[in-house]
């Protein structure tokens, strides 16, 4: 199974403050990753298909980059609504695992 | 718009037997794959199983192979998760979700129905 670590596990940022998140995969998973924001008693919500898409209605502010191993999450201009946890997925082979997820907290 | 609504948990005795259901509007179901995730108290995701649009295929974590089965009806515009030898460690939220038709993401999530395995 391909593993997905997600670091760091907790983080708490200002608003207006840049974020970079971070998933790497234990074997190269090309561009197969998505991240999904969940906040408390709420589903998940597609955030980035493709390492890198935007998924429709999502705010520019948030952006993804990777491929292979090296995945990043970013968030410029943090706003106290992006306070949520963040998992990436691989899709690159099946069971299509999850990170542990990193629980952003806003000052 | 889309609407992914699932039903039927609640609570089992170790042992027992669950059918989930999860009720799809407003996008063609018979067009698109399907997944089920879950979610114990205060953990992450879990993915649990995969099942292909004519459900052809399917796939499934080795936590439930052999003890969960996945379906589908296409004419209904439903998913169903039929879980059988239910463990403690099976309680969780379990979500269904769409597999978009690019990159295979999950782009649509129910609300999740809870599933609490106890005695």
């Known amino acids: 199974d391909i593993q997905l670590t997600q670091s760091p596990s907790f983080l708490s940022a200002s608003v207006g403050e840049r974020v970079t998140l971070s998933c790497r995969a234990s074997?190269?998973?090309?561009?197969?990753l998505a991240w999904y924001q969940q906040k408390p008693g709420e589903a998940p919500r597609l955030l980035i298909y493709?390492?890198?898409s935007l998924q429709g209605a999502v705010p520019s502010r948030f952006s993804g980059s990777g491929s292979g191993t090296e995945f990043t999450l970013t968030i410029t201009s943090l706003q106290p609504e992006d306070s949520a946890t963040y998992y990436c997925?691989?899709?690159?082979?099946?069971?299509?695992?999850f990170g542990q997820g990193t629980k952003l907290d806003i000052k | 718009q889309v609407q992914l609504v699932e039903s039927g948990g609640g609570l089992v005795k170790p042992g027992g037997s669950l059918r989930l259901s999860c009720a799809a509007s407003?996008?063609?179901?018979?067009?698109?794959?399907m997944s089920w995730i879950r979610q114990a108290p205060g953990k992450g995701l879990e993915w649990v199983s995969y099942?292909?649009?004519?459900?052809?295929?399917?796939n499934y974590a080795d936590s439930v192979k052999g003890r969960f089965t996945i379906s589908r009806d296409n004419a209904k515009n439903s998913l169903y998760l039929q879980m059988n030898s239910l463990r403690a460690e099976d309680t969780a939220v379990y979500y269904c979700?769409?597999?978009?038709?690019?990159?295979?993401?999950?782009?649509?999530w129910g609300q999740g129905t809870l599933v609490t395995v106890s005695s």
């Open positions: 979700a769409r597999v978009a038709m690019v990159q295979s993401s999950l782009d649509y």
């Open positions: 074997h190269d998973i090309h561009t197969y």
């Open positions: 099942i292909s649009s004519s459900s052809s295929y399917t």
């Open positions: 407003g996008f063609t179901f018979s067009d698109y794959y």
């Open positions: 997925q691989q899709f690159s082979s099946f069971p299509n695992t």
């Open positions: 493709g390492a890198s």
